[in-house]
């Protein structure tokens, strides 16, 4: 009896093994599926990527009328995107050194019809060239520059080149230019109905009647530290932080730092692990530092590539971008705030073509969203008299309308100003010098 249960049992289990295969094995699954949490949003940067051809150009270009006048352009204005796209165009080679000539006779082109184009410190020809064709030998061992001088002389019916530096004191003329004569006669022309500048000592101008502006009330929005914390770190889960007694909070995984200061609205990130052996040519040091912008925050708007400079040991560069804003009438940089707290450049510093520092502004401004209100920057006689008022005219290197933010808690107010670059770097408004 017991044997024929346990045949019976064995024979039903066998049956229903064999059931469940063909279930498996025939039937349509049916997945529940599985919705994800609302709690969890990608952190990520969603800054815009940029070439390092389109954060090199110039801060304005100057053109001279040939009988003392002159006028200035800036950036994003009709005249000036016209005459700097003619310019990329044309190829200029056989680039000699020029030094006999001297500063004097390079500049002598001030004095003719002509146009000059300065950029906001000087760059080498290296990386100018990713704007310009630029052709020849030794462009890569040139002086850095920061002026060209394109100009016709009276007596000829030709053009001449003239790439100027100003603290380097390299001056090289470009032997072959494909620009006409007719080209520069049309430069000139564009300016004819402008506003003309006075020139004062030190290569300065200064318009002689007021500049038209416009005010912006720009609403923003911030970086995260999960988002900066996502973006700078390789494992950002093994990060540690820490807050100090100004509120500012550290975030470190043991080999790099992420510190920001939510009163100024500052990132400060360093990774000292690079290799300390190695050379940097100022276009290594400006491409590695575009890629890495690229990667870690974007430009969120439109950047100069300000200056690529050596450190004092020899073994750090540092490159420096400036916020750009505005279209009409022009573009003009982001200088500082009314407080002094830091806003407007991102700075780099790369060893060996690795970024070990990196600083930038956690506001991210959307200016599709802002307020415009039309002002006016001192000119004439008002402007005159405040600039021989500053007792420091001869620590100047440029002056030049500009924007300071003033910042509040949801937004920022971009008033107009004219700014002075003094010759140890630091960025200063003309007393009396803002917008009204």
């Keep these: 009896m017991m044997e024929s249960f346990k045949s019976l049992l064995l024979a039903v289990l066998v049956a229903a093994s064999l059931a469940q295969s063909y279930l498996l094995a025939y039937s349509a699954p049916n997945f529940d599926a599985i919705l994800p949490s609302d709690d969890y949003v990608e952190s990520r940067l969603e800054g815009t990527q940029a070439e390092l051809s389109a954060l090199v150009f110039p801060k304005d270009i100057v053109l001279h009328f040939g009988n003392g006048e002159h006028t200035v352009l800036y950036p994003k204005m009709i005249f000036y995107n016209m005459i700097l796209e003619v310019v990329e165009q044309r190829t200029f080679d056989g680039l000699r050194d020029a030094a006999g000539i001297g500063e004097a006779g390079a500049a002598g082109a001030e004095e003719a019809q002509g146009i000059e184009v300065r950029f906001a410190e000087e760059v080498s020809m290296a990386v100018l060239r990713q704007r310009m064709n630029l052709k020849g030998d030794g462009l890569n061992e040139a002086e850095p520059i920061d002026r060209i001088h394109i100009y016709t002389q009276p007596e000829r019916e030709d053009v001449r080149v003239f790439f100027v530096g100003s603290r380097s004191g390299a001056v090289y003329e470009a032997t072959r230019a494909d620009l006409t004569v007719k080209d520069v006669e049309r430069f000139v022309g564009f300016g004819e109905a402008r506003t003309r500048y006075a020139p004062l000592p030190g290569g300065h101008y200064l318009p002689t009647q007021p500049l038209p502006m416009v005010q912006y009330r720009v609403p923003y929005r911030r970086f995260t530290a999960d988002q900066l914390q996502r973006s700078l770190f390789p494992d950002p889960f093994s990060t540690r932080n820490l807050t100090e007694r100004n509120g500012s909070e550290i975030y470190t995984d043991g080999k790099r730092g992420l510190q920001l200061s939510y009163d100024q609205r500052w990132l400060s990130y360093t990774d ?70 830091p806003f407007g450049p991102i700075q780099l510093t790369l060893r060996n073509r690795v970024v070990t520092g990196y600083e930038r502004s956690t506001v991210q401004l959307e200016t599709g969203s802002a307020e415009r209100t039309p002002m006016e920057l001192p000119g004439g006689e008002r402007l005159l008299a405040l600039w021989n008022a500053f007792e420091e005219k001869g620590l100047v290197e440029s002056v030049y309308p500009a924007y300071r933010a003033n910042l509040s808690e949801d937004d920022v107010v971009l008033e107009p100003v004219w700014a002075m670059t003094m010759t140890d770097g630091t960025v200063r408004a003309l007393p009396g010098g803002g917008a009204y």
């Design 272 to 341: 000292p692990a690079a290799p300390a052996e190695g050379e940097q040519t100022p276009l290594e040091s400006a491409l590695a530092a575009v890629q890495f912008v690229n990667r870690h925050g974007g430009w969120n708007g439109d950047y100069l590539l300000e200056s690529v400079n050596q450190d004092p040991n020899g073994q750090e560069r540092r490159v420096q971008f400036r916020h750009y804003v505005g279209t009409y009438p022009g573009a003009y940089p982001i200088v500082g705030t009314r407080d002094g707290t």
